[in-house]
């Protein structure tokens, strides 16, 4: 019977298929991200100073790692200076928190828009720039900037000045709380802010230009745009960081707040961890602080087993050790993956089934 | 018929080296045009002009009226310019649907909801939903060649530069693949196509352009073109002495 009549002509495919982010993963991945959350800002009450600096110290240097992997692993900027914006974020502490009296910690948003700033001047001649020249570029900037402060008296030039006349007056347990409390919100705020932005629109043009800058510039992706936000987001979360790491040291000098170090930190943990995820920074300065521990008895040694690490999972697994084990079980933490399933035909349609 | 494409005595060289001269053509609304011509003779270098990847030295395009000189690639493609890359250029860290969507969500500037809708009907119709979840990094020549295909499709083009598409493809795929052009046609979508497999071209094309050192050579009904003397020993190097 059914075979005389005529065959309906199939619905189109959008109506039989939906779009789906969200896996059970995923729900685990936010459920933890908050959890964590929640047992960091509650640390001043059950853990030692000692815990609450190296958590602090984690938190900082995981917004900084996810900076650079923003930057470098999503924007193709492989920057070598951002050293730049964390010397500045830390010269807003002596301009804006001792010479000009604001709290100090209302400095750290202050530090994030000074250095977004600096920024437009600076990516103007730097984007000019490709690759190589690129990274050379961004590290030129930090050397100008670096002899600049040295060579202004005003805030103690070359040798550095103290930090403590700005924050007398706050208790050492305040002052200790608050800067693990904003560390909280600039290393997980960093992985949440990553996490929106790369399930948005936005995110999807930042993860084509990651794969092919001409092919996303052919599909009409504005990939100059998209560059210079990463850039600027960059910059002031460089300067929201920089800004807090010198109200953890409360004395700051050029060599250290413009040091190379940050950045190479950065670009190790990135590395290591697993360049152009979510995931592989957390993973890296995991592995970072787990070597830096194990390994600080070796004195100079140190820093040459560091390398020899990099080296290593650079040459053995290009994607990082998060890229190795994702692949390995299908893990994703943070899914940012958008995923065709089939909507399930009612009973009563189409009894010649779905094709 | 109304000019899509109008291609005015354009130039490019690099050094010494002219890759494009003073050429001119153009394209009506609807139609298909093949491209053929020896390798280096400046196929690829035209489509780069069109698409913006490279600037022209001299002379001027202009798309649907609109004069191209000033939009960028991306402008270009929102206009309504789509490609194909010789050698795909998949977004290999993305799913076939997430590169197909990028093509539907910035090249049509729709929607990420509406691009959902767009991408998923365009993955059925160039028989790539099975593999939707796939990474694109995973996937055969075949379907590589058909994922550059919808990825160009799913941003609304008025007109598609196919670069040498069929390459690589064994005689089936290309047959299945001619199926499918054709139907983009039908659609309504003007085509320029590059293509070494003649009978592939000659299946689909209105007409049929002939370029050598970067200028055109011969242009007309494709059997006429292919038949003429200067083309068989030229680019089939063939000695019609």
Redesign the interface.
């Known amino acids: 019977m059914t075979d005389c009549l005529p065959h309906p002509p199939a619905p189109p495919a959008s109506t039989r298929y939906s779009v789906v982010t969200q896996t059970r993963f995923s729900r685990m991945g936010e459920i933890a991200l908050i959890l964590v959350a929640i047992a960091l800002c509650l640390m001043p009450w059950w853990g030692d100073r000692g815990l609450i600096r190296t958590a602090t110290e984690f938190l900082y240097v995981l917004a900084l790692a996810q900076t650079w992997n923003l930057l470098a692993g999503y924007g193709g900027l492989v920057s070598i200076g951002q050293q730049a914006f964390i010397g500045l974020g830390g010269y807003c502490l002596v301009v804006f928190g001792v010479q000009m009296g604001v709290n100090i910690f209302l400095v750290i948003p202050i530090a994030a828009a000074v250095s977004a700033l600096v920024a437009i001047p600076a990516g103007v001649l730097l984007f000019r720039l490709r690759g190589a020249y690129f990274a050379v570029g961004t590290w030129v900037v930090a050397e100008v900037l670096r002899l600049l402060t040295a060579n202004t008296t005003a805030v103690g030039g070359g040798s550095g000045t103290s930090i403590t006349t700005a924050v007398k007056g706050i208790p050492a347990w305040w002052r200790e709380s608050l800067t693990l409390w904003i560390a909280i919100v600039l290393g997980l705020g960093a992985i949440a802010l990553g996490y929106l932005f790369l399930r948005s629109r936005n995110g999807l043009a930042l993860q084509a230009i990651r794969d092919s800058e001409p092919a996303s510039e052919s599909l009409g992706i504005r990939v100059d745009r998209m560059r210079w936000t990463v850039y600027l987001l960059a910059a002031a979360g460089c300067g929201a960081v920089g800004a807090l790491i010198f109200i953890s040291k409360l004395r700051i000098s050029p060599e250290a707040a413009y040091s190379l170090d940050w950045t190479t930190t950065m670009f190790f943990i990135v590395v290591i961890g697993g360049i152009g995820t979510l995931e592989g920074p957390i993973l890296g300065t995991i592995l970072f602080f787990a070597l830096r521990g194990l390994l600080s008895g070796f004195g100079s040694w140190y820093l040459i087993l560091l390398g020899a690490v990099a080296v290593l999972v650079m040459v053995r697994w290009p994607d990082g050790l998060w890229g190795l084990l994702s692949r390995k079980w299908d893990l994703a933490l943070f899914p940012t993956q958008r995923r065709v399933v089939a909507i399930a035909p009612r009973k009563e349609d189409s009894p010649h089934g779905s094709r | 018929m109304t000019v899509l494409l109008d291609v005015n005595s354009v130039d490019k060289s690099y050094g010494s080296l002219h890759v494009t001269q003073h050429l001119s053509f153009s394209l009506a609304e609807g139609e298909a045009l093949g491209v053929i011509g020896p390798n280096g003779a400046g196929k690829t270098t035209l489509f780069n002009l069109i698409?913006g990847?490279v600037k022209p030295d001299g002379g001027s395009l202009c798309f649907a009226g609109t004069p191209l000189d000033t939009h960028?690639?991306?402008g270009r493609?929102?206009l309504g310019i789509?490609?194909t890359?010789q050698i795909p250029?998949?977004?290999?860290?993305?799913?076939v649907?997430?590169n197909v969507?990028?093509?539907a969500?910035?090249?049509?500037?729709i929607s990420?909801s509406a691009a959902?809708?767009?991408a998923?009907?365009i993955?059925?119709r160039c028989g790539l939903?099975d593999k939707?979840?796939q990474l694109a990094g995973s996937l055969t020549l075949l379907d590589r060649k058909r994922l550059e295909l919808a990825?160009?499709l799913a941003?609304g083009p008025r007109l598609l530069l196919l670069d040498e598409i069929a390459g690589g493809l064994t005689e089936h795929e290309v047959h299945d693949l001619i199926a499918l052009i054709k139907e983009i046609r039908e659609s309504g979508v003007s085509l320029i196509w590059i293509e070494h497999i003649v009978h592939a071209l000659m299946a689909v094309v209105d007409r049929l352009m002939v370029i050598n050192f970067g200028a055109l050579l011969r242009e007309g009904a494709p059997r006429a073109v292919m038949d003429s003397p200067d083309v068989k020993e030229i680019y089939m190097g063939i000695d019609v002495e």
């Open positions: 698409t990847d960028p690639p991306s493609c929102r789509g490609r890359y250029h998949p977004f290999t860290g993305m799913t649907f997430e969507l990028v093509g969500a910035f090249g049509a500037d990420e959902n809708r767009v998923i009907d993955l059925d939903i939707a979840n990825r160009a941003s």
